[in-house]
């Protein structure tokens, strides 16, 4: 693959947002129309991103070229941001903190000066790299908060040893050694997704290989995460593109993963949230035309929610490794999630009901809800991630990006031998 023509496809696909974000009215006919050509485009540059040889950068690579365009649809097309009104036009996404366009809208003027035009290309840059609007009037709902900002000096310390230790943690999970491609097939094939269907199938070896597969999947994910956001942080505050209060941690507290609704909502990373809740709101109240007060409504915002973060996970991570969507598993991963909130919400208005008014916050309860959450996990998380672990070579490790144990691992048993 040519590196200069992916990052040629790249480079344009994010000018083309940031000159729309920036240089165009709210209601400009150029948005929408241009919608197609960008939706090409991320086709076209996500096989192109295969130039990039390690296998956790090209990931977040490709997710960052699908986040553009579903940054674009949001922002562009259904929350109609513009540079005139200094923020979102329509609250057909769900925005709030809406902006009106002066009736004069200086996007239509035929000069402007180049403080104009450095101005409204830092605006749509901004736009196009801010995917959690953090520390700004909108900023995504769950995103973690300094209790007190820290100086910039101690922001970059701290993080760059945070980031230390995120590499040495998905270093010691690279030496972890799998099986290669035949072995791997067989044993991560589909039937192997099922699990209460074929209960008194399975072995101890298949569980015990399943729970290993599960902690190096959402490890390697949580660490690879952390990891990029730390190094965009590093970069963004030491450039002084982005304030020391744009950069908050990427995740939420581990302790608040006792429900999925707060897994998903306040733990995980929010960098999807607005962009897959977006074209969900505008489908379940401006499409369908749903009240907001009601329960149908609520349920099918929440559906199609994880419905699009589906799509945008099988864009990012089973198109470009050639993985056939009839044999993918993450659509049904992202819908379970959504009725299993359902499900929790059932359970919990059913011990209202029932005149159980024992707080939530009471150590027992939150036990059983992490007791729940982990076996959700480990029975739906499977049909997620076990396509791509079929096709996978993982009988030498993993390929962190900077290596530091398997060096020294590597001169201890070559002393050892001696």
Request: charged residues 15%; proline residues 5%; positive net charge.
């Amino acid at each position: 693959m040519s590196v200069p023509l992916m990052l040629a496809c790249n480079t344009l696909q994010h000018a083309l947002a940031t000159w729309v974000f920036g240089f165009t009215a709210a209601d400009s006919i150029a948005r929408p129309a241009l919608l197609p050509l960008l939706f090409l485009l991320t086709l076209r540059t996500l096989p192109l991103n295969d130039a990039i040889p390690h296998p956790v950068v090209h990931g977040l690579v490709n997710f960052n070229t699908v986040g553009v365009f579903f940054q674009y649809l949001d922002c562009a097309c259904i929350s109609r941001w513009s540079y005139s009104a200094g923020g979102p036009t329509s609250g057909r996404g769900g925005q709030r903190n809406l902006r009106s366009e002066p009736k004069q809208d200086n996007t239509r003027r035929t000069t402007a000066s180049w403080g104009d035009v450095l101005a409204r290309l830092r605006f749509g840059t901004s736009l196009v790299t801010t995917w959690r609007a953090a520390g700004t009037s909108w900023e995504v709902r769950g995103t973690p908060w300094f209790e007190q900002v820290p100086s910039r000096g101690r922001f970059l310390i701290e993080t760059v040893l945070y980031l230390a230790f995120d590499l040495l943690i998905l270093d010691a999970l690279s030496l972890l050694k799998g099986g290669g491609v035949e072995e791997n097939a067989l044993n991560f094939a589909w039937d192997r997704v099922r699990l209460l269907s074929r209960l008194q199938q399975i072995s101890g070896d298949e569980i015990i290989l399943r729970l290993k597969a599960l902690l190096g999947f959402w490890l390697g994910t949580y660490y690879s995460i952390r990891a990029m956001h730390r190094i965009l942080a590093i970069v963004g505050v030491m450039t002084g593109t982005k304030d020391v209060h744009r950069w908050p941690a990427i995740f939420g507290p581990l302790s608040q993963t006792y429900t999925l609704r707060r897994f998903w909502g306040i733990f995980w990373h929010q960098t999807l949230r607005q962009k897959s809740g977006s074209p969900a709101y505008y489908i379940t109240y401006s499409v369908l035309g749903l009240s907001k007060r009601t329960t149908i409504a609520r349920y099918l915002h929440l559906l199609l929610t994880f419905i699009t973060s589906a799509v945008i996970h099988l864009l990012a991570e089973e198109y470009p490794w050639g993985i056939d969507w009839d044999r993918s598993g993450t659509m049904r991963f992202f819908v379970t999630q959504a009725f299993g909130i359902l499900l929790e919400d059932l359970v919990q208005t059913a011990f209202a009901l029932g005149g159980s008014h024992e707080p939530r916050s009471r150590w027992w309860s939150k036990a059983v809800g992490w007791v729940w959450v982990a076996l959700f996990t480990f029975w739906s998380s499977p049909s997620h991630f076990y396509p791509r672990l079929q096709v996978l070579d993982s009988s030498n490790g993993g390929v962190p990006p900077i290596s530091v144990l398997r060096p020294l691992i590597d001169r201890l048993a070559t002393h050892s031998a001696k």
